[in-house]
């Protein structure tokens, strides 16, 4: 897939749940991202890190929340208090000080 | 805030048509354009990118142009095949840093008919 897995590929939440969803890649990237896709909206960031244990907010990072414990892994965290969570989401990764982005093939939430 | 505008946001040519795709940017400080193609249910994948220290970069059947006083670039397909189908998304570079921090624009919907 690509050398980034994304986990689940399908998740549906009941209301007030939070919901992690995974993010694993194998090309020893430095940076990773995680983008919101809605139909007719295109992609909009929501959380990136550049380095292990340091990450920055995107364009609309309210309601989510990320972690990057290991190089490899970037999850995030679709809260309660995202009041619009179902969408399409997409991690990618870079090699840092390069802009060419690496897809996973997405994880599609769907809240109940 | 800085944004990226897509146009248009449907397109649907004959087969073997030339299809154009139109992007203008905000940010003057951008320095790189990439394209991406998106198949229903699929990831976007790269199809061709632009740095703003080049006008025109061709791959086969794809190309880009950049006009960077104008702040718009464009992708042109020739000889348009059904399996181009799919939504193009253009985006551009977020300040002059080369970190994959990406600016969408809203995607462009390509219907090719045999």
């Known amino acids: 897939d690509g050398g980034i897995t994304q986990s689940p590929k399908y998740l549906f939440r009941k209301e007030g749940q939070n919901v992690t969803l995974s993010c694993e890649q194998n090309?020893?990237?430095?940076?990773m991202y995680w983008y919101r896709q809605d139909p007719g909206q295109g992609l909009r960031l929501i959380y990136y890190s550049q380095i292990v244990n340091d990450f920055q907010k995107g364009d609309i990072a309210e309601g989510y929340s990320v972690s990057r414990e290991k190089k490899e892994s970037f999850p995030l965290t679709v809260t309660s208090a995202q009041k619009n969570p179902t969408a399409f989401y997409l991690c990618a990764s870079s090699i840092n000080g390069a802009n060419v982005l690496t897809f996973g093939a997405g994880s599609r939430l769907t809240v109940l | 805030g800085e944004n990226v505008e897509q146009h248009p946001s449907t397109l649907s040519v004959q087969e073997g048509d030339s299809a154009v795709i139109k992007c203008t940017y905000s940010?003057?400080?951008?320095?790189?354009f990439p394209w991406y193609k998106q198949e229903l249910g699929k990831r976007p994948q790269l199809i061709i990118d632009i740095r703003s220290n080049v006008g025109e970069k061709k791959d086969q059947r794809i190309a880009v142009t950049l006009n960077k006083t104008a702040k718009h670039f464009s992708l042109h397909i020739t000889e348009t095949q059904p399996e181009d189908s799919a939504v193009y998304f253009c985006?551009?570079?977020?300040?002059?840093?080369?970190?994959?921090?990406?600016?969408f624009g809203k995607g462009t919907k390509l219907s090719v008919k045999p």
């Open positions: 985006a551009a570079s977020r300040g002059g840093g080369s970190q994959g921090n990406l600016i």
């Open positions: 090309l020893n990237h430095d940076a």
């Open positions: 940010d003057s400080a951008s320095n790189y």
